[in-house]
């Protein structure tokens, strides 16, 4: 099927977390036109329920995709991936790129065989996770916790508010302070949104520790599915699409520009 070149890559999570995906993706797709759709009106997904995010998702998608017609689609949120995916993926007519707990990378990588998975509450908890860990980290200790504080603190450092160092403290001591964290030396950021807050999360960890997540894996994953086509010659302005467009979002105007993106609407 022949793809117009203004067909853009679609990503889409609760919040500002996907940006952490998009970075990537841009630096490989330089000039590929840019949908970043954030759930607004239902951030944060991590504390909400299964039933919830699998009604919600699947249905904001379908709206998006019919909206804006993209080339392919990206869920930028380890939660609504792990729950939502094949859901997704079941509605709409072009290919859709999940974001899972990049566990398979940090079993290869511990030398201690043990590592953390530091996601939202809801992530941490899946099957798929217990799936991912059994397939790929066998022989390992995996550790999890689950921090909806270090959420709304990624969302206040792309704000430009000021960071309460204790957060990020606090979301490590869940996974060091477990049996075997003391031999911990990876640890998966879960979340889209950590990678954001990785630098406090380094500075916050009473030794040094190694950050892993699936960033650059997914870049690479969209350029794959997307070889072949055509693209403009240059970058078009990226647009911020919201679900509720409100003073908080403003806030974000500097943060979404710095990543490309210079139009915001609602949806």
């Not at 949104?193 to 997914?218: D, K, N, Q, S, T």
Request: with cysteine.
């Amino acid at each position: 099927m022949k793809v117009a070149p203004s067909a853009p890559l679609l990503f889409f999570d609760s919040g500002v977390g996907g940006l952490s995906i998009l970075a990537p993706a841009r630096a490989l797709l330089p000039t590929a036109p840019i949908v970043y759709a954030a759930d607004s009106a239902g951030f944060p997904y991590g504390t909400k329920s299964e039933a919830e995010i699998a009604a919600r998702v699947p249905a904001l998608l379908g709206r998006l995709v019919e909206r804006f017609r993209p080339r392919l689609a990206v869920i930028a949120c380890n939660t609504a991936s792990t729950i939502a995916l094949s859901a997704v993926r079941a509605a709409l007519n072009i290919p859709v790129v999940g974001t899972v707990p990049a566990i398979k990378p940090a079993a290869l990588m511990s030398q201690s065989r043990v590592f953390g998975v530091l996601g939202t509450d809801a992530t941490v908890r899946q099957p798929y996770v217990d799936r991912l860990a059994a397939e790929f980290g066998a022989d390992c200790t995996v550790l999890r916790h689950g921090s909806a504080a270090l959420v709304q603190l990624a969302e206040a450092k792309l704000r430009g508010e000021p960071l309460d160092p204790a957060i990020a403290k606090d979301a490590l001591a869940g996974l060091l302070e477990q049996p075997g964290g003391d031999r911990m030396d990876i640890v998966v950021l879960a979340c889209t949104h950590f990678p954001l807050v990785e630098a406090e999360l380094a500075a916050a960890a009473p030794r040094p520790l190694r950050f892993v997540h699936g960033g650059e894996g997914i870049a690479r994953r969209i350029a794959y599915l997307t070889q072949g086509q055509s693209w403009p010659s240059s970058p078009p302005p990226g647009k911020a699409v919201f679900t509720r467009l409100d003073g908080s979002v403003a806030t974000l105007a500097t943060a979404l520009s710095d990543f490309g993106i210079d139009e915001m609407e609602a949806l």
